[in-house]
């Protein structure tokens, strides 16, 4: 296991570029934060390429990061996970997933779509009720808040690892789709 001990290492300056959607679009890659995400990445077909952990990460999941030696892991500092993180206490955990290609989606089922739903939490909530309701998928069209942030991925709680959660303008989707019913909610608070 290799160690990383600064946060001016060059890997890492290039991990928190991954807070910003351009990057993770550009690089193809995520960062998802926490051992119950984690894991719940780990038994989909989610591709984790890196793992960060700190020394109390490494007493806390020394058991499964020993069934999943073959995950590139590097032992960081406190200071180094801090960095790398978004949260005021980080939780000792952290992974570099592959962004996924996204198919044209088979609308059989009931799927949800969103769209422009902004909060995060909002968004992460919704996604996670449809996959508690067994819906078929989620569809995010344009101005709803982005699946890979961390906000988003913190709320979905690893739902978006039980059905497919898509990024698509719905307005190209929804005509494709005529023989579909399509049922809409509008709700405003002013």
């Not at 290492?9 to 193809?28: S, T, V």
């Not at 926490?34 to 020394?62: C, N, P, Y």
């Not at 344009?142 to 709320?155: C, E, M, N, Q």
């Amino acid at each position: 296991m290799k160690e990383i001990q600064s946060a001016k290492n060059p890997r890492i300056k290039e991990l928190k570029k991954l807070h910003k959607k351009k990057y993770r679009e550009e690089k193809a890659e995520y960062l998802l934060e926490g051992f119950h995400l984690i894991e719940e990445a780990a038994s989909s077909d989610a591709e984790i390429k890196e793992l960060f952990v700190t020394q109390r990460g490494m007493k806390e999941w020394g058991d499964w990061l020993a069934v999943n030696k073959e995950i590139s892991t590097f032992l960081v500092s406190d200071e180094v996970m801090t960095a790398m993180s978004d949260l005021p206490t980080p939780q000792g955990i952290l992974a570099v997933m592959t962004l996924t290609s996204e198919d044209t989606p088979d609308f059989s089922g009931g799927w949800l779509l969103l769209d422009n739903v902004q909060d995060p939490g909002n968004v992460g909530t919704m996604i996670r009720t449809a996959d508690a309701f067994g819906m078929a998928g989620v569809l995010l069209g344009k101005g709803t808040a982005d699946i890979y942030s961390t906000k988003v991925l913190r709320s979905m709680q690893g739902s978006n690892y039980h059905l497919p959660v898509l990024q698509k303008d719905l307005a190209d989707v929804i005509p494709d789709n005529e023989r579909q019913r399509v049922y809409g909610v509008r709700y405003r608070i002013k």
